[in-house]
């Protein structure tokens, strides 16, 4: 199994900015994409930016120029840094990861993983 623990959300005021992280932890054999979501109240959980193992990007257009994401994949860590915060960031945010695994109950030896975070709340607001 794999698990994700993120950290670093909390309460900023508007302009401000956060740093998340997601570090995954298991017997893990690979990881492919690491993406973060958010799911504000009310709403469905959308992607906010995904990033493969090779460093290629994809950001949802609401945050495009504003948020960053990044990886280290020795640290197998994936971050988000968000700048220039708007209260319509509000929300809470998801890790997600996705990738291979050692599992020894398994016929050859290994298989994917889909794996989400817990959440970690992020509130913009004066």
Not at 26 to 45: D, E, F, L, V
């Amino acid at each position: 199994q794999v698990q994700l623990v993120e950290s670093g959300g909390g309460l900023v005021q508007p302009g401000g900015s956060l740093r998340l992280s997601c570090a995954a932890s298991g017997s893990i054999i690979s990881i492919n994409a690491m993406g973060w979501y958010r799911q504000a109240p009310g709403k469905q959980r959308e992607l906010v930016a995904a990033i493969t193992s090779g460093g290629s990007t994809n950001y949802a257009d609401s945050v495009k120029g504003r948020f960053t994401i990044s990886r280290e994949n020795a640290k197998n860590t994936v971050y988000l840094q968000m700048n220039s915060l708007k209260p319509e960031d509000t929300a809470v945010y998801y890790c997600n990861g996705e990738g291979r695994y050692y599992d020894s109950s398994s016929l050859y030896g290994s298989a994917d993983f889909d794996s989400w975070g817990q959440g970690t709340q992020v509130t913009v607001s004066s």
